[in-house]
């Protein structure tokens, strides 16, 4: 196992565009939360989530993380790589886990820095728009218990949805593919819950992996969230270890 | 070498990989999947009563009803409003009616959401909409054809007909100090407006042709009052009040057969109305109370979906679909080394491109086309399976919308496809096409619209502004926002600002593809 991890950490870390995927993903956040930020103002409907807000570009900075973790091994598949692979690791569970170990660590790194990032901006800047304590609204603290979930499970959720992104790229093995179906099963079924009416909504919230997942970001309103934070972190890594179990049943029955 | 046979043979390399061509039917067939699951997801009609347990302090109550109010269509097929309260008299042939307003006031409804409104929650307030003055119709039913002569609350003096039709007269509010002096005149089927603001000298605003006018029609004095969304996105009722002094009716066989009565404002009229309206009259005084408005209808009062309402999402699937399809096919070429092959094979290299993006520039627009054909109606046969109201749209609007979709997949097939070519990877076209449509979109479920409304302004997003369709009215104020249907570019501008994207992406592809080795 220590074998294949170094071959695979040295594959990854060999590849110019695992540094700029990385760079990406942490920019793109900060960027995103920022300008989320920037645009955002007190509204006269209480109930604003300053945390939230603040990690709003984890919606957009997950784009970049899937895409690192599906072409870890779809681009294997693209360049006939695969083959040699396999060929010097037979056993491919543990090539499969060898890959989830090492784009799953560099997630976490990668996310640590963005969330952090994204935090920082909220705390920031929030507070000119209105959202500060003479409104009601806290600052953006990582000692506050409720940001400190939201901060960590960001970081979970990054590196799960880059477990998930790995397995169904394992299954599907094209490129273009891959990515088609990972950004479709993250993005359509939240945008998809905004043209139905409950009950339909709150069900397509509840099973989908980037609102129920997203959910662990929530600060204010818990009563009201369609699913409770954790729940929803667990309904992602369900779907994780799901992808991940198809994904390798599937390399281990497949030819290369 | 021509282009036909490079159209061909790139035509030959589309149509015989199995898997791009199952993807595009896989794309009409979700598209059309999707508005029914759209469709079908909204059963609107409304619910009163407290929340569900569990839900937030805004939802919707518990108590669900199927169905929707009554809107009416004006006589160009438009939905309206039309709810207003009138004291009429009849006339037949030419005749004149004359009325000095000598005040106009108003109350805006402020209780609680969860009370009907009632003139007990209210606050003085007079929407800038409120019309009080003179109007003739051949029939009292709703969204028949009208004429009118109005002051209004700080829109001046109006002359109106038909719902759309409006010619300013002079501006300023009504006071007892500065009175108007209102004169509607019918001659044949021409109807003439006047104003003065001392009775004796008048100033003509405007005229109508209404066509077909019997001999005996109707005329009085009208006010009504619309919604106001100024102090709450789903809009408060208001009510105003008007005072009218010197009435004269001038005509044939005038007697004095003034009567009152309310239209529209039954409770299966959709307006939402403050209260029932009432009138004093005294000789030749009038004071009149009305609440309504006599315009177009618009979103969010008259229920909100269109032929087009429950496309958009099967449409977005679709195109996920066709960015995936679209940019494989160049970057295969590229991961495979087939390119080389084919720059051999025909070493203009632009017309290669060129044929590459009409072959799959036209394969997505048909497939488009296709889908919204089958989805359109069968989302409005949903729709209304589920008693939602939509809106009117001639065979015209829902032909457009149709061409639209088509144009909307095309061109991002074509921008897709350029974009490939510049980057030659999969990895970047393809999520990089589908976060540009699909941010926009996410990017609304936060907390400022405004970014929202403006990336489907400038980026790519904006060709979805093709099924926009609800109408838009100057004459009535109202929230024109994404989450009331109403897109911010109309459908041309829209379409236009994707077809700049694509001409720029195609411009740098062709302008890399000649200057890099393959």
Redesign the interface.
Known sequence: MTDALRAEWTKLRTLTSTGWLLVGTIALTVAVSAGIAAATHLTAESGQDPTKLALSGIDLGQAIVAVLAVLTISEEYGTGMIRVTIAAMPRRLVLLAAKSTNVAGLTLFAGLVAVAGCLLAGRIMLPGDGLNPAHGYALVSIMHGATLRAAVGSVLYLVLITLLSLGMATAIRDTAVSIGVVLGLLYLPLILAQAVADPLRRLILQISPMPAGLAIQATANLRSLPIAPWTGLGVLAAWAVASLLIGGLLLRLRDA | MGFVPVFLSEWTKFRTVRGWVISLVLAAVLCVA?TF??AN????GGCTGPPAP????N?PGTNCYTGHPFVPNGPDGEAVADSYEFVEHPLTGDGTLTAQVTSLTGLISNGPASVAPSLAHTQPGLAAWAKAGILLTPNTTQGWQYAAIMATGSHGVRFQYNYTHDQAGQPGVVSAGTPRWLRLTRTGDTITGYESTNGTIWRQIGIAHLAGLPPTVTIGLFVTSPVSFQSSSLGVPTQATAAFDDITLEGNAVSNNWQGRSIGTSSQDYYPTLAAGSYHRSGNALVLSGSGDIALAVNPLAGGDTASS?L??GL??AM??I??VA??FI?VEY?RGLIRTTFTATPRRGSVLAAKAVVVGAIAFVTGVLAAAVAIPLGEHILNTNGNYIFPSSALTVASIIAGSGALLGLTAVAVLALGTILR???????AG??VF??P????????A??GTWLFRLSPAAGFSVLGVLPRSALVSYPGTMANGYYPLTPWAGLLVLCAYAALSLGIAFFVLRRRDA
Request: proline residues 2%; charged residues 0%; hydrophobic residues 50%.
């Open positions: 999707f699951v759209v997801g909204n059963n609107q569990g839900s937030g302090p939802s429950s958009w999402f977005l699937v996920i679909l960015i995936v940019t494989m970057t991961r990877t999969s990895a970047s076209a393809v999520t589908i976060v699909v941010f979109y996410i990017v609304s479920t936060f907390s400022s405004a970014v």
